[in-house]
């Protein structure tokens, strides 16, 4: 799972308030390699745009878990695929 | 990127593995290369909505749809199926063919309803027709689609609902173009069967997601 996937994903479990299912929080090991917001100008910044480039489209989440904001459902993310199928009783 | 023909998409789109143990109750079948191919070819060259686009495949199965797109060119393609099996085969698929731009999501597409509104430019689908006791599934993907998609929806129905499809367009609001009628030969779902395979008529159909503007 890319991070640019993970971007579109949200949680569907049902009851949320509008907007509570996103974003989902990442689950791993590895701290980010990225500073927590972008500096003014980032735009220009070469080495910036090149670490945002590849963790938006080049590091890949093989495994761990998305935890939904609201609910606090773990969605696990396995072989690089995030699973979002809510078993029978949530659905 | 160099200009892909009609031929040698379909003729890649050939190399794609399909499934090994299709599941009769998902409807599983792979779209056919030349058939994924015609589409394609006319979703990037008339419309224009492929390159560069963010593309969402919903029931995407092995992912005959989504590699297609990621060959003419497409920005970044999201292929969406509730069978884990059937995304492995995708995986392998991606991996083959060496592709960068494409990612996968297992989710069941009748539940999402409108979280995923507005996420992705285009959505190219081959969505299951609701022949195995799953009667509605086409119009609950057709409207998720339309819910998620910018621009455009491109998707596959039996011409034998149209009618019923321009219904609902009118009352969502959506411009509605049958592209191409084909004919798809499906095979025989039951041992009984007597023929090999059904051939069913199936529109080609280009949906905007947006009123007025497109």
Known sequence: ?91 | MKKLKLKELESCLQQVDTFENPKLLLEQYPTRPHIAACMLYTIHNTFDDIENKTIADLGCGCGMLSIGSAMLGAGFCVGLDIDADALEIFNSNIEDFELTNVNMVQCDICSLSDSMSDTFDTVIMNPPFGTKHNKGIDMIFLKTALQMAKTAVYSLHKTSTRQHIQKKAAEWEVKMEVLAELRFDLPASYKFHKKKSVDIEVDFIRFSAKKVLN
């Not at chain 1, 049902?14 to 299912?21: F, V, Y």
């Not at chain 1, 935890?67 to 969605?75: E, I, V």
Request: proline residues 12%; contains cysteine; charged residues 25%.
């Open chain 1, 1 to 91: 799972m890319k991070l640019l996937t993970h971007n579109l994903l949200s949680s569907h479990v049902p009851g949320l308030r509008p907007g509570g299912g996103f974003p989902l929080r990442i689950e791993l090991g590895r701290p980010s390699e990225l500073p927590p917001e972008p500096s003014p100008g980032y735009e220009a910044d070469e080495e910036f745009l090149r670490r945002l480039h590849h963790v938006l489209l080049e590091v890949e989440v093989l495994e761990g878990s998305l935890q939904c904001p609201d609910s606090g459902r773990r969605f696990p993310i396995s072989r690089g695929v995030p699973n979002l199928l809510l078993s029978e009783d949530e659905a």
